[in-house]
């Protein structure tokens, strides 16, 4: 029987809760929903119906939460919010939305967050359309913004996630792969886009050099702890949350963090893991059971909440030079929340 | 039997030679080569190796050709070419592939110009990422253009694309389309982007307002005429030089222009025409067949190239009000050669 534990461990401070986090900026988000389902393409009502589909299923909203939080950190005097900050927070959920469905279609996944996948419910092919439409939206929004330097910085995002997700592709049951080329992979899969909303945010307000740079490295560094927790709750997390059954990454080839601390210690637990992972043991429910058993029993989960601690410290790190305001302590929490996380 | 025809008539001019046409930037469309196989995304060896599998089977290049020629054609002093028109003509055959890869994941087609697809050489997954590495290129290109203005064209033309192949799909098997709502689906899904093209390239030069209104209504109106070509070549072009049967947009329930003509003037060939398609036996051998000689018989091509040559001609005037170049002079002679193309 695999142990299953409900959080990565006890933070400093008590486990955050999100929706007090996220009470500052309560009236954009609900704007943000609006936007995510108005069609900006034509005039057609089947679209919007479309899109009121693919967005009824909820979602957190994290990454509009940062660019909004981002923006009210970084605006004089803190807590301004202008429109193009809203478009900027809608296009950035719209690219996340976009590579989750189309990924869905590359790894037939029939499951997210417990809910039927678009391809899943309806077909491939029309993931495919939907996929490309809330790009093209996207798109749209990010004309909106008339700002070069934020359309670099999301056509840089939307390059890196292709990279992310043909690195994954061709790293399958890959057992020699490295710490550096791990974390390059959740940089190009996840922290780019995170940093992209933090990042474009102050340049939005026209804010001093030092804050636009604090904002990027808060969102990298967030982004990269997001990315470890999720690898981590793949091993940890509740399947009845996740949607999807203990060691599920690993089971279809992707080596994250738990195993890599393992396979990199060396030794008798090490050539045994690699032994399951490239013979593709994992594949079947004894061989995952038994790679998952490895691991716990050699610290991999210990270490990897460790390695999600460094990157938290690094994101907190980066927000002192804000000056102190509501928003600053939001994004503060959520660098505790991410760690508390659960699904 | 199926009569075909190797063209749609004879144009006033001599049927133009493509490659005379495009003699005045012969160089620099060998430069947008090396550009559509660049890697702009990451590092990595393998992005190149699959952008050159995806561009090795060649192609017209004619958006990046009308890119290069409006550019020069409207320079100050005509011929003038900076690099951000490369990097224009470079994004626009990306977006072009990019669409067509999805396009044919969505229409589970298996041959294009008589090549495999990228669905059916490699999966429905591979081009699914293909598609999107594509989109991806093209934003990292048309961020360094560092225009709002031509980003916000470019995003409007993502939205066409898509709400064209929406249109499309829900269009299929209905003969209530009108003339309207045809012309429109055609702005979507191809003239929209020959005229973010060809409008874009004058407003990269800052030239005269006139200037630019009149290369958009070129590249809409060549666009259509292409798209009206494109159909009227699904029911007259060889099967071999189109990798596909004749009718074979009909045989799958898209209603275009020959079949248009005939089903609005009316009477007994229509109401036979219309049951053929809404009975779906249009997808049979048999039905095609008669679909198509109906057609024939009334007069459904003859009409479809006035229709063309109507918006031919439309180009053609656009172009009066740029002085006298080479490059005017290949504008207008690509719209011959279009009437004349037989593939």
Redesign the interface.
Known sequence: MITKQSSIGTPVAPPADLNNLLEPIKEELQIVEQWLVSN???D?P??EE?LQQVFKAGGKRIRPALCLLSAKATANPPGKLGRLQIILAVLTELIHTASLV?DD????ASLRRGQETVNRRWS??LA??I???L???A??????L???VV??I???V??????G???Q??QQFNTAMDFEAYIQKSV?KTASLFAAGTHAAPILNGSPDEHIIAMKEYGLNLGICFQIVDDLLDYTGSTEKLGKAAGSDLSQGLVTAPALFVLRRGGEAARKLEDIITTRQVATPQGIAEAISIIEANDGLTETVQLAREYAAKARQALTVLPSSPYRESLDGIVDWLLTRTN
Chains 1, 2 share one sequence.
């Open positions: 900006l393409v034509d057609s089947f679209i479309l189309h279609v590359i790894d037939s491939e092919k495919v359309l996929g490309d439409l790009f093209a939206q798109s749209v929004c990010l004309s909106r008339m700002n070069p359309v670099g999301y056509g840089q939307l390059g890196d996630l292709c990279a997700e043909i690195r592709m061709r190009w």
